[in-house]
Each structure stands twice: as C-alpha cells, then as structure tokens.
C-alpha cells in the first residue's frame, strides 16, 4: 500500500454537530460497512445519534477509540472498553477494517496499540465479540462448547487466530418478521399466561417508572453472571437504581425508545422477569430484542415466553410499523433460543466470542 497510514485516537465528541462530530459519524459508517458486508445486511446497524451517548456514558462503560486514515480517510477502528467493576481483569477489544485495506498491516497496528493501552490499564484478560456472518457450506470453526460455529475461512477468523485468540463461544444472530408473527402473537401470550398462574405482566415505553428501577437492577447484575458465558471471563457488573436510569436515557437521548415487559411475583411484589426491545425512530429499522432474563429461582413458568411475547404485542401497539426485531443468543442457550423459534425468529448469522490472556 502507497498510501499514507496514520492512526490516533479519536476524542469522542460533545455533539454531532460540534467539533469532533463529523469524524466520529464516519467512523460509525465505518463500523457499518464493515459489518453489513458481513452480515449482507444492513438489519444490525446503529446510527451515529443512537451510539454517540453510548460513547459518553464514561461511568459505566469507558471506552476508546482508535482509528486508522489513509491520505485522510477513515478506512477502520479499534476500540477498548474497560469494566468499571473493582479488580476487574478484563477489557473488551475489537479492530475492524474496511475489505479494501485489509491484508496491509492495519488491523495488525491497531490491534498492537489497543492491546497495550489494555495492559497499560492492567488487564490481562482480551475478549472480543466479532460478527462472523452467516455459515455458506464451507469449512467450520466451532467453539470448546461444542454449540455453533463460524466459518473457519473467514477473514476475521483467520485474523483472530492469527493473533494469539481463541474462540470461546457462538452466539445465533437472529430476524423475526413481525408481520409473521401478528396473527398469533395475542394467543402465544394467552398460553403463556395460562402457565404463569401467580405472575402478572406490566409494560413500560421510554424510561420505566422509578418503583421498577431496584428490581430491573437486580435482574441486570444477573443477566450477567447467569446467561451462558462458556469460557470467557464476566465480571458481574455493578448495576443499581442510577445505572438504570443512565441506561434509560442514553437511549433517550440516542433516538431510541426502550419497550419493557415486566412480570411482577404476586406473591411478595417483586419483579422477577424482564425484557427488552429497543425501538428506533425510523420504523423502517430494525427493533432491537436487548436483554431478556428470568431469576432462576422463577423459571419453569414460561415467563420468559410471557415476557418476550409481552412486549411483542406492546410493540405493535405502540410502533405498528416496525416490521422486523433482531436478537443475539449463545448458541448454548436452547431454552431462550426455544422461547425465539417459537416466536419465529430464524437464524441469519453468528457472532465470535473470542478471547486471548495475555
């Protein structure tokens, strides 16, 4: 490659509109076209407004941003993220490079700087979640679970084991049309409740009310120590009422409107199940299914089918033009992958859970 190479890192700006703002929208153009050539698909891609308070959240989820420029041009990006949990080992890596200017040395640079501001941080412990896209009948790789693979010729997987990482886990990229699953969606939730004799479902747009934050906290710790992890290493994150609302308006203010399905234990009050779908302001997009979880001590009552169903009848209700919700799940996890295929949803690609210890 002729071209000038440079890398820096990118100061995450106040607004779009201000300093700093035009370079941070092409990099999430970047990060798109990256990943719709993946996926063949732009059905996964965030807008520049919806991540930019994401970036700034800086409490809880601390990140940088390296990126690469050929005479000028943002050609790829790498990024650190650093768990805010004490005596955490960890920190979340990723470097992604447009198709064109790949096999130049420039995915290699950035990963070597992200690695060092990594151990800089005093974390040992790299992992990194790469969309792999869809299997085409080629050669495999799957993980030590022995649940999904991806395809083992693949540029990023070649990048990866390159570099000294190991693929820990798969998670299932799922679609559901929404249109496919209207006509029967109200009697899925029927049976469901039918099952859930004692439990009650409540829903919620935008931020959820305030009486529901301690509880939504509780189940977010949990969503990350109880979801399948296989051989990667998660700290549990230190979620509580303030992280809820942080969390509820970042997405506010991101263009988002966050739809909640709740169900609520009769017995002592307490919320015991949730889940969540992130609605864009195009219609035309994409809906988000974000975290899903049920308390262990509460599962074999199909609240988790009660819940997802749920907030699927609340998102016609509230946004009736949204006609597609995409999902992640470990591949592991077939009773949440049951809930989604009951649904409707069908696979349309995977995502890497890679990890190197360094």
Known sequence: MTERVTLEELAIPETLDGAGGAAFREMVGVRNTIESAAMGSDDFAPTAEELLPLWRNTVDEPKRLLIARVDGVIVGRGVLELPTEEGSTTAFVSVEVLPDYREAGIGTAMLEAIESWATAAGRSILESFVTHGPLRGGPELAPPTGFGAVPADSPEVRF??????????????????????????????????????????????GIPPQEWWEDLALLQRRMSTDAPAAGLELDEQDWDADRVLRTATDREEGGRTA?????????????????????????????????TLVLSEHRGHRLGMLVKAANLVFLHDVSPASRAVTTFNAEENRPMLDVNEALGFHAVGAEGAWRKDL
């Open 160 to 205: 990866a084991l390159g570099r000294g990482y190991r693929l820990e886990q798969v998670a299932r990229m799922s679609m559901l049309d929404v249109d496919d699953v209207l006509p029967t969606i109200r009697d899925v939730l029927d049976a469901a409740a039918a099952h859930a004799a004692g439990y009650v479902v409540e829903t919620a747009a």
């Open 259 to 291: 739809l909640t399905a709740v169900a609520r234990d009769t017995a002592d009050g307490r919320i015991v199940a949730f889940s969540e779908l992130l609605v864009p302001s195009d219609p035309e997009r994409a809906v988000v299914q974000d975290s």
